[in-house]
């Protein structure tokens, strides 16, 4: 027996669009909740809608979006890099040009972070070696030149 379609897609050929709350989001990226909703607070992602109970759902797109923004702030890129990142990401026919660039210039603050935090190190070393000692924290050569006058 034959029967017809009428318009009705047959289950297996379906997409189900899946959304999350919150909550669920949470949990699959690690971040939480005051997080993500700090991230939309930022106009960096939004709810896919409300529902009649007010709740916020996600789509997929957005979890994607969300992971995407978890590991750019893994790397210590700022959120204005990212909101960059984003809105370049939105016209994928363009060059990578402006990507690379703002990479380039990430790669060189954290250059010169790594370079001020060698300069802290070698500061730290030389106050340590100061005080070789079991001496009393009276006589400790650490405290007294933390607490001496620049000259």
């Known amino acids: 027996m034959l029967i017809e379609n009428y318009g009705v897609t047959p289950r297996s050929s379906m997409k189900i669009q899946k959304n999350y709350l919150i909550k669920d989001l949470s949990l699959k990226t690690g971040l939480s909740t005051d997080t993500i909703r700090f991230y939309e607070k930022k106009n960096l992602l939004q709810p896919t809608f409300r529902g009649s109970n007010n709740y916020r759902y996600y789509d ?19 959120l204005n890099e990212i909101t960059h990142l984003l809105e370049l990401e939105q016209n994928p026919a363009q060059s990578c040009s402006a990507v690379n660039k703002l990479i380039d210039d990430h790669i060189q603050q954290v250059t010169d972070k790594i370079n001020e935090l060698k300069k802290f190190q070698t500061q730290l070393v030389e106050l340590r070696s100061t005080c070789n000692t079991d001496s009393r924290i009276d006589d400790c050569q650490i405290l007294k030149q933390l607490e001496a006058k620049s000259s």
């Open 60 to 78: 997929e797109k957005t979890l994607n979006k969300l992971i995407f923004i978890k590991r750019c702030r893994a790397l210590e890129i700022s």
